[in-house]
């Protein structure tokens, strides 16, 4: 069965403080995306990552890719409160053009 | 601007009644997809379609139908053997690996 697994699936943190969120996949596609949802919104893309030790950054957010270990992390540094939001990773299924979703991890900054 | 756009924002639904969610893209994509997302939860495929005039069931299809009579139109229809279609309902497009999937600001449908 295709499963992308994230993991915290809930996170509550400190303004200030780094950390990982997880992303596991078992489809044999290198292609790797990550989406940001706030609350009652629809999805925006943050992330695509395409090969093998991709690394992408935008702001406080940098995400990366390694396929041999079939693992994406996305790193948060210095989180700030507008960063809370739910994060979603999502792999393709080879060539369906289909995406197969991690559950989500829903993100809160605290002041 | 390209891109996606659902409607209505809100709907109501009485039961025993279908309704009929609009999507429409002018991104020129091929492949278009519905999904359904309960509170606190993520995203479920209802269906795709990746030509006109042809889609496939996803993992939740029971209870819904759609059609793909132009490419840039993919209508959801929620039946009245959706026992449960209160949700928030998002439309996505796929037009390229390096970009992903574009999604629609989603439907909120609520049966009353």
Known sequence: EL???????????QEGKNYTIYCN??????RLYWYRQDPGKSLESLFVLLSNGAVKQEGRLMASLDTKARLSTLHITAAVHDLSATYFCASSRDSNYQLIWGAGTKLIIKP | D???????KYLFRKEGQN??????????????????QDPG???RLIYYSQIVNDFQKGDIAEGYSVSREKKESFPLTVTSAQKNPTAFYLCASWGQANYGYTFGSGTRLTVV
Request: net charge negative.
């Open chain 1, 3 to 13: 499963k992308v697994e994230q993991n915290p699936l809930f996170l509550s943190m």
């Open chain 2, 2 to 8: 390209g891109g996606i756009t659902q409607s209505p």
């Open chain 1, 25 to 30: 996949y078992s489809t044999t596609s290198d």
């Open chain 2, 41 to 43: 939860q993520g995203l």
């Open chain 2, 19 to 36: 309704v009929t969610l609009s999507c429409e893209q002018n991104l020129n994509h091929d492949a278009m997809y519905w999904y359904r």
